[in-house]
């Protein structure tokens, strides 16, 4: 069967190549003439862009304006479409260049189902240009149309956008028709992305809820116009102006508006011919509204951005789309308040749709008043620290949701008295776990819920979608309602997704455990190869002093979690006294092996730094607060074949201890001298910072090639306060250049095994964020997310 299906679609894919190779090509379509779906018209001189009939789905085409050279994984990158959402037959189908001066594209040769409107009777022609402008325009060189003019979801450098045009987000990553986000002018002069979904409607960006002034807009210029230039700087009449982070001249951008409602410039990097991501409007997708539609919670994913979850008790309405939402899977009756109760979840909002505002109220009115609309469907219940008392806000719908640590109110959720007892009793058939379908993917079958089945699904579920919200959902579990052990098992059981090995078998692959390739970090680490041929990384750790099902119950957090830029773990070991684990193996082994050869160019380094940061924001981000990484340092960053940087050994110290709580064992085991940070000495509470403390170190070390513990052991150590030597010597020098970086100052700082060969203005901001991270008060450093957010977002009044 499934051969039978690879060799389907292999031919298919070998047929659309065909199709795209062995196309007719010309450069210009004159009156009279027309396209075929097999033609193609390539932009000159340079052929930069190829226009013709793009292949949206079986024998369905668009007419498109795609990036000739295959980017993105072997992907074309459409610009433009004409007929996003009436695809057309790919017989007969012709764009026809009219003699009464108009652009037709006909489907199947009969319907007309997109026209340029034009009229003219003097000759013209139809011309791809190398910016990727389709343009109509007659023997005198007048444009009569463009497709500049009306953009479809893609800005391209050069290419404005006016009153009269708007940005249009695709359905999905695979779906081109048009999708729920617009940017555009609104009649406040403001340049907004507006979400229009099937259940409700809203500006999301700029933030809806503060003034123009406050967003940095001007709404007082109606010239709406904002332009993306081809050194990267974005810029709209309403002042809204950004430069992206690698701006300057000779890289091919464009600004898309993505189909989950992030409006993001993109550069092309052209020595792995795919997109990177260089400016985007919202670093939290979550805070996109709409994103999940009604009755569910967005939890932030950072690399694939976003997960939706049904809200407890509510279960998904449309498999293959979020944007529906999910709809009670209970009924309440709305007569009876005495059958209703109430479900807190913590660190929840959902944004808007309020029946009212209730100041100074108590937890009991605020409930009682719920329940007496039979619309309420929850409430917000937010301390006011100005006023010292509590608000209380009823909800008549409950769109927006989202789960952020960052959000400290609770949210109530009316349900159904029995529903709430029995989140009490048995709350793993309760969690409500679909198997979440992102709207980009196909549908999935599932198979059916059974004693063990639904278990069985769930775990598939977990790797196939690489999911967050299981965890989350525990999390919550765990963190309100720290109960009986049985359920703690369940949790151990489910949340496990990953493979368990035997010892014998980890053996085997490590041949006896003879290559080692690193140590530290609670234990020594193999180089091994399994049975599907994988080359893994395999930790034996020292310190087995716990349970087998408490050890799995710390280890299927750290197995969940799912980052580009933390390193994966496929498994474990537990038999007898050994504690194992297997993670991916790294091509270039850690930082710290090779920041002092030259192999490191400021450009991997700066992608380091970066990444470590994406990885680390991730592992801080959302419920996960309480994965401390706690002992970030070169030996913990790990280098694959591109020199991206993966996070290794997070979370370990759960593993290692138990007592993670304990701060005298917890600091004894944590933390390696030169990265410390200074609470771990004066014996403060242990937060998140921590590891701010300690990428600061990195990165500093990473700009300046030395090393916080020259001289000294790279041994971990419990006392002795860090003598932070490195961050003094780097802010004598900055001091040197009068506080403000200078080009000789920061040449002094960088690494001379770079070569002068660097970015001025992303080392200063490294700099400066660097020191920011490595402030002795905890609260004068940023969180790992807003590090990301100034190395993401670089402000253009920086330069
Ligand atoms: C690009 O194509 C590959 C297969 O060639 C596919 O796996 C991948 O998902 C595509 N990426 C995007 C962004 O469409
Ligand atoms: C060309 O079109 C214009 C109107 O667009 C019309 O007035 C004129 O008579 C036409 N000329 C010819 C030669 O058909
Ligand atoms: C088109 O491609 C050529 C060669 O790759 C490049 O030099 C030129 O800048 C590109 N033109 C545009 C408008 O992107
Ligand atoms: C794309 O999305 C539209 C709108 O939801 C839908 O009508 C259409 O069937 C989808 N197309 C494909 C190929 O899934
Ligand atoms: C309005 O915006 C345009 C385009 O950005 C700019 O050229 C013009 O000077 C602005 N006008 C005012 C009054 O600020
Ligand atoms: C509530 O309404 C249902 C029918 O809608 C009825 O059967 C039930 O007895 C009512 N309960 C109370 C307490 O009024
Ligand atoms: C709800 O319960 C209270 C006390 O438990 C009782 O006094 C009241 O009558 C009940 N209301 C209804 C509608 O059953
Ligand atoms: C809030 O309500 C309580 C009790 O109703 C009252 O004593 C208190 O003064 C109120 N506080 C404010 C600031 O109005
Ligand atoms: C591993 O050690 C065992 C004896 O302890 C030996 O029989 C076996 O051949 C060794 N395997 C390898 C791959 O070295």
């Known amino acids: 069967m499934g051969l039978f299906f690879n060799a389907i679609l292999i031919s298919v894919l070998a047929l659309s190549l065909a199709f795209v190779s062995s196309s007719k090509s010309t450069d210009i379509l004159t009156t009279g003439s027309s396209l075929s779906s097999k033609d193609v018209l390539i932009s000159k001189p340079h052929g930069n862009f190829t226009a013709g009939f793009f292949s949206v789905g079986e024998n369905a085409y668009c007419f498109s304006i795609w990036f000739t050279e295959l980017y993105d994984h072997g992907n074309y990158t459409i610009v433009w479409m004409a007929n996003r959402d009436r695809p057309v037959n790919g017989k007969n189908s012709r764009l026809s260049l009219l003699k009464s001066g108009s652009l037709v594209l006909t489907d199947a ?143 091919q951008r464009r600004l898309t508006v993505d189909f989950d409602g992030n409006v993001r410039v993109y550069s092309l990097d052209m020595a792995s011919r795919n997109w990177k991501v260089t400016w985007q409007s919202t670093l939290q997708p979550c805070t996109v509204h709409g994103i999940c539609g009604e009755n569910s919670l967005c939890t932030y994913a950072h690399e694939t951005g976003r997960k939706c979850t049904c809200a407890p008790g509510y279960k998904i309405k449309s498999q293959k789309d979020w944007a529906y939402g999910c709809e009670p899977d209970f009924q309440l009756p709305y007569n009876d308040s005495n059958a209703s109760g109430f ?81 009490d009793q048995k709350p793993l058939q309760q969690t409500n776990i679909k198997c979440t379908v992102d709207a980009a993917s196909l549908g999935r079958a599932y198979q059916k819920k059974g004693q063990h089945g639904w278990v069985k699904s769930s775990l598939r579920c977990t790797l196939a979608v690489g999911t967050f919200e299981i965890l989350c959902f525990f999390t919550y579990l765990f963190k309100t309602r720290r109960g009986s052990s049985a359920r703690i098992q369940g949790y151990t059981q489910v949340a496990t997704g990953f493979r368990k090995f035997t010892f014998a078998e980890l053996k085997k692959a490590s041949r006896n ?103 680390l924001a991730y592992l801080h981000e959302e419920c996960l607060e309480w994965v401390l990484h706690c002992d970030v340092k070169p030996q913990n960053i790990l280098l694959d074949s591109n020199y991206q940087p993966k996070v290794a050994d997070f979370g370990l110290s759960k593993l290692l201890n138990r007592g993670g709580t304990d701060k005298s064992t917890f600091s004894r085991i944590r933390g390696t001298r030169g990265y410390m940070a200074p609470e771990w000495v004066f014996n403060l509470p242990i937060t998140s910072k921590v590891d ?26 419990t006392s002795a306060m860090e003598p932070r030597r490195l961050v003094t010597w780097v802010k004598e020098k900055m001091h040197e250049a009068n506080g403000r970086a200078s080009p000789i100052a920061i040449a002094k700082i960088v690494d001379p095994v770079i070569n002068a060969e660097f970015d001025m203005a992303r080392v200063e901001i490294l700099v400066q964020v660097a020191l920011q991270c490595v402030e002795e008060d905890k609260d004068a450093r940023p969180t790992m997310s807003q590090v990301l957010d100034t190395l993401l977002h670089q402000e253009s009044d920086e330069y």
């Open 513 to 615: 455990f003879s290559a080692e390739i690193g140590r530290g970090g609670g234990g020594i680490v193999y180089k091994g190869v399994l049975t599907d041929n994988r080359v893994a990384a395999i930790k034996c750790l020292n310190e087995a002093n716990q349970g087998e099902a408490e050890f799995l119950a710390e280890l299927s957090t750290i197995g969940k979690l799912n980052h580009m830029n933390l390193i994966k773990i496929w498994g474990y070991c537990v038999e007898g006294k050994h504690r194992l684990l297997v993670y991916e193996y790294m091509e270039h082994g850690s930082l710290a092996k090779n920041l002092h050869s030259n192999r490191l160019d400021w450009k991997k380094r700066y992608d380091i730094a970066l990444g470590t940061a994406k990885g």
């Open 343 to 423: 479900l807190l979840l913590q660190n929840v909002e959902f944004y808007g749709y309020d029946i009212g505002f209730f100041s100074n109220s108590t937890l009991d009115n605020c409930q009682n008043l719920c329940l007496n609309y039979c619309s309420c469907k929850g409430f917000q219940f937010k301390f006011d620290k100005d006023k010292g008392y509590y608000n209380c806000y009823p909800k008549a719908s409950l769109f927006n949701g989202y789960r952020s640590s960052g959000f400290d109110f609770p949210i109530y959720l009316r349900l159904p008295q029995s529903i709430i007892t029995s989140f």
């Open 692 to 717: 701010v403390y300690s990428y600061g170190i990195v990165v500093l070390e990473l700009l300046t090639g030395r090393s916080p513990v020259e001289g000294h052991s790279m041994e971990e150590s």
């Open 109 to 251: 040769g009969q319907f007309t189902v997109w026209t340029s409107s034009t009229q003219s009777n003097s000759s013209l022609q139809l011309q791809l240009h190398d910016n990727g402008n389709l343009v109509l325009s007659n023997i005198e060189g007048g444009n009569l149309w463009q497709s500049f003019n009306s953009p479809t979801n893609t800005l391209l450098p050069g290419q404005s956008l006016t009153q009269n045009s708007v940005l249009i987000s695709s359905r999905s990553l695979t779906n081109y028709s048009s999708g729920f986000y617009k940017l555009y002018f609104g009649d406040d002069n403001v340049l907004s992305l507006l979400y229009q979904g099937p259940q409700t409607a809203g500006i999301s960006w700029p933030d809806p809820w503060k003034h123009s002034w406050e967003n940095g807009r001007y709404p007082y210029n109606n010239s709406k116009v904002a332009t993306l230039d081809s050194w990267g700087r974005f810029q709209s009449s309403d002042q809204f102006d950004i430069i992206t982070v690698d701006y300057g001249p000779g890289i």
